[in-house]
């Protein structure tokens, strides 16, 4: 598990993809200490398992459906990416719980900025737009956001100065593509209610009454 509260922004050093897989390899430095290989990095919101590390940076293998969900397959040389080591129990809960595993892409349409803060609007699918919700939280490339706007078409956030100069959104661009990673809770919540809606639409269809098995015998 992760915060979304980036710890260090690396870059790409290195992309392979073949086959439906990848391999990545980035610069890093920060998240390098206290590493070891099979530990999660989150890397703009994707988590991943460390193949390798050396003295300035790490690799990993990017599986098919992540290259399918997140953006990391269109990642150019030098391009930056927010860096987070996987959560320890006694450290500080910064953000919110994030858990790695992308639901999908946004497009940023605009990018306002104001004296306190830069307004991005992002437009996004329905299947990830049900699960935003004015003043919940929102993981953008890896970064903890809460939701200023929603509607069924598009969301915004409202950026302070200091996330924005250290994370990789100091470089995003209108048409710009970013990683999402909707709250866990509304998930959760939507599968429980179903689970429950089914149960009760398979009692209602059952035509077997006490005096159905009472006249067959039991």
């Not at 910064?94 to 437009?123: A, L």
């Not at 200023?148 to 100069?165: C, G, M, N, Q, R």
Request: aromatic fraction near 6%; proline fraction near 0%.
């Amino acid at each position: 598990m992760f915060t979304g509260i980036v710890e260090e922004v690396g870059f790409l050093e290195k992309l392979t993809l073949g086959g439906g897989f990848g391999l990545i390899e980035v610069n890093a430095d920060k998240v390098l200490e206290g590493t070891k290989i099979g530990d999660s990095i989150a890397s703009n919101g994707v988590c991943l398992t460390v193949l390798e590390i050396k003295s300035s940076s790490f690799k990993a293998n990017i599986m098919g459906e992540t290259l399918n969900k997140s953006t990391l397959g269109n990642l150019k040389l030098g391009d930056k990416i927010n860096l987070e080591r996987a959560m320890k129990l006694e450290d500080r809960f910064g953000g919110h719980i994030v858990s790695g595993h992308i639901d999908g892409i946004g497009k940023i349409i605009s990018i306002n900025k104001e004296v306190d803060g830069t307004w991005f609007t992002i437009s996004s699918s329905k299947d990830v737009l049900k699960y935003i919700i004015y003043k919940g939280s929102i993981s953008i490339d890896g970064i903890s956001l809460t939701v200023a706007y929603v509607d069924e078409e598009v969301f915004k956030v409202s950026v302070i100065p200091h996330t924005l100069e250290n994370t990789s959104l100091i470089d995003k661009k209108v048409n710009s593509f970013v990683n999402l990673e909707c709250d866990l809770v509304g998930k959760y919540i939507e599968k429980l209610i179903n689970k429950k809606d089914d149960t009760r639409n398979t009692q209602k269809a059952s035509n077997i009454t006490m005096d159905f098995l009472s006249k067959n015998g039991f």
